[in-house]
């Protein structure tokens, strides 16, 4: 089973129908078919209710996070182990703390990174797979 994380990023691609939004539908069938293992952090999911927050409502943000929720998306809480990682990754690189998370998660499972964002290049170069 191939284990891949995503960010905020590959998520609102996704809903805003962006480039990269086809690719993100195939893990997603995947993912509720049991072929692919999706994760993201509890983190990066804030960001993608936010985003929807601030564009929309918080009404509508509270929709989606509901409707990710039965994506077969794995919501991975935050340990000391994965805030020690991304803190790790944040002192070391320009790149921002929630970011740090996706990366984090992605080094700490051996999991592929999804993402259209190219900062994450810099983190875990071989673990990243662009959907931009």
């Known amino acids: 089973m191939a284990a ?11 809903f805003e129908d962006e480039p990269g939004a086809d690719f993100v539908r195939g ?9 692919t293992n999706l994760m993201m952090s509890v983190i990066n999911l804030g960001e993608v209710w936010y985003s929807i927050a601030r564009t929309n409502s918080p009404e509508i943000a509270d929709q989606y996070i509901h409707e990710i929720k039965g994506m077969g998306i794995e919501i991975v809480e935050i340990d000391w182990t994965l805030t020690r990682q ?26 592929e990174l999804v993402t259209g964002d190219k900062e994450f290049k810099l983190l875990v170069p071989q673990q990243v797979k662009d959907v931009g």
């Open 86 to 111: 991304a803190a790790a990754f944040k002192a070391g690189g320009n790149i921002s703390y929630a970011d740090c998370f996706a990366a984090a998660l992605a080094k700490l499972r051996r999991a």
């Open 4 to 14: 891949k994380v995503l960010d905020s990023y590959a998520l609102m691609a996704f």
């Open 27 to 35: 893990l997603i069938h995947k993912a509720v078919t049991s072929d």
